[in-house]
């Protein structure tokens, strides 16, 4: 198959769980009715961003895999024959606590879970109070619809991880974030430099970039939207802007053979001189 729609979908989230689940579920079926085969939530889908501020009470946000807010978007990936990427806020054990993505296929098999891996930590970002290190490494799932790669938010920064996954085969890198306001500087927009940095990751590696983020007020913070998607040669082909709403994008897999083919990245690694990036300093 080398012509598939991608689909994303942006949105406010609400304190309640269950609001936030049913409101999701809407906007699942309005992509998939366009044609979407692989459905890409926004990070932690299925609560406000709490990471926000430091408080013991909100481990309780933390939810098992088996818990309604992904077992129903689990029986929605095999209701419409579509793969489904949830990202949520992972229980695990008493104390251990994931950023993570659960992936199902269009049968509604449990593919695989990607744990973020790079946790970041600032104002209004306290995550490293919330989250464990993802130790899952940097899975590929091998779907019906492509080869699709995983960076949570502040994984997606990172080029190494973009690499690892285009080296491991993945054909579309998936971004699931929670990225706005700056409260250090207010007057501050990251919105273009998050779309160049992440973006260019598909120069780089010569494949499909799809990054969504959540949008609007959530109690301090507004966050700026801006999902989109970009090709192998780095354009951005759709995005939204500012405002709820759902994306759907057919991409062409072949067009990552002529990008490969024109910008030799992969075939110019010098991987005996890289050493250095190992080091902390």
Sequence with gaps: MSKV?????????????EVNVEKTKVKVREAATQGAKVICLQELYHSEYFAQTVSVENYQ?????????????????KELGIVLIVPFYEWVAKGIYFNSAAVFDENGQHLGTTRKNH???GPQYHEKYYFTQ????????????GKIGIGIC???WFPEVARILTLKGADIL??????????????????????KAISSHGIHNGVFVAAVN?????????????SFISNPMGDIVQSLDEEEGILVQEINIKEIEFARNLLQFLRDRRTDTYGPILEQC
Excluded at 5 to 14: A, H, P, V, Y
Excluded at 174 to 195: Q, V
């Design 134 to 145: 993802g130790n899952t490494g940097y899975p590929v799932y091998d779907t019906k619809f």
């Design 214 to 226: 959540r949008v609007g007020q959530e109690k301090d913070m507004r966050f700026y939207g801006g």
């Design 61 to 77: 946000l933390a939810i098992p895999l088996d818990h309604v807010a992904i077992k129903e978007m689990q029986e929605l990936s």
């Design 154 to 156: 502040w994984d997606e």
């Design 5 to 17: 729609k991608i689909g994303l979908i942006q949105l406010t989230c609400d304190e309640r769980i």
């Design 174 to 195: 998936f971004y699931p974030s929670a990225i706005g306001s700056e409260p250090d500087h207010p007057e501050l927009s990251t919105r273009r430099t998050w779309t």
């Design 119 to 121: 946790i970041p930590d």
